[in-house]
């Protein structure tokens, strides 16, 4: 049986001005703590990347990727056939704002391109919900709403930076927190490492995979090493050959 062909997305891209206020560390750093966010770094450049799904082949199918660079912002996207192209540019639109507000300080937009293209992006979107669309208006009255707030914020975006500095401002502060929360618990004792290694040699039959003991427990290999070395000198461990 011949091998069924792939379906392949529609790709879009756009570009606007811009200028990288501060380093693409200090960006990449600020959207580590997003999860779903991956990251290719050169010198004069930094892609911000979320691989929504994938193929069969586990390549990328339903993606976009923001483009940092010194002086312009790029977004390229995907659209899954027989899906709306307009529906799909106000969503990645969402996303890249909200990339934007949390990268603020590090990063200024030209305003009067980007407000155009929200405009232009809320129009053909508003454009298209004709009356072969009364059922799906019907359906998703909450969902039109939602992008009629964002039409008006196309006219009210140019004095909101000061509140989306603000929340970038107390994101960070709050990831700086749970930072120090995390590292607090991640600092054991060597008694407490020892017993955690005991109990690891206890349920896998006496061995221990140290990258995966570490990975597990987020403790630096060689400290586990370290602790390794020092039962084996106390004689709670024996190694065998």
Do not use: C
Request: charged share 25%; glycine share 4%.
């Amino acid at each position: 049986m011949a091998e069924e062909e792939l379906i392949e997305p529609k790709i879009e891209e756009i570009q606007f001005p811009g200028s990288l206020i501060s380093s693409f560390d200090a960006i990449k750093g600020k959207l580590s703590q997003v999860p779903f966010y991956t990251f290719t770094q050169t010198q004069d450049e930094l892609d911000i990347v979320h691989v929504e799904s994938r193929n069969v082949r586990k390549e990328p199918f339903l993606f976009y990727i923001v483009k940092l660079k010194n002086n312009e912002v790029g977004l390229t996207y995907s659209i899954v056939p027989n899906t709306s192209d307009r529906m799909r540019r106000a969503t990645v639109l969402k996303n890249l704002s909200g990339i934007l507000a949390m990268i603020d300080d590090d990063f200024k937009i030209n305003t009067q391109k980007f407000f155009q293209y929200i405009d232009s992006v809320i129009s053909d979107l508003l454009s298209g919900l004709n009356d072969n669309y009364s059922t799906l208006f019907n359906k998703y009255d909450s969902l039109l709403a939602e992008f009629s707030e964002l039409r008006k914020l196309a006219t009210e975006l140019s004095n909101a930076n000061r509140n989306l500095t603000l929340q970038a401002s107390q994101l960070s502060e709050e990831n700086k927190n749970l930072q120090e929360q995390l590292k607090a618990l991640q600092t054991y004792s060597d008694e407490a490492l020892m017993a955690m290694i005991e109990d690891w040699l206890e349920v896998h039959d006496s061995t221990i995979d140290i990258e995966e003991f570490a990975k597990t427990y987020k403790v630096p290999e060689p400290r586990v090493e370290q602790i390794l070395d020092k039962m084996v000198g106390l004689g709670y461990l024996e190694l065998k050959g």
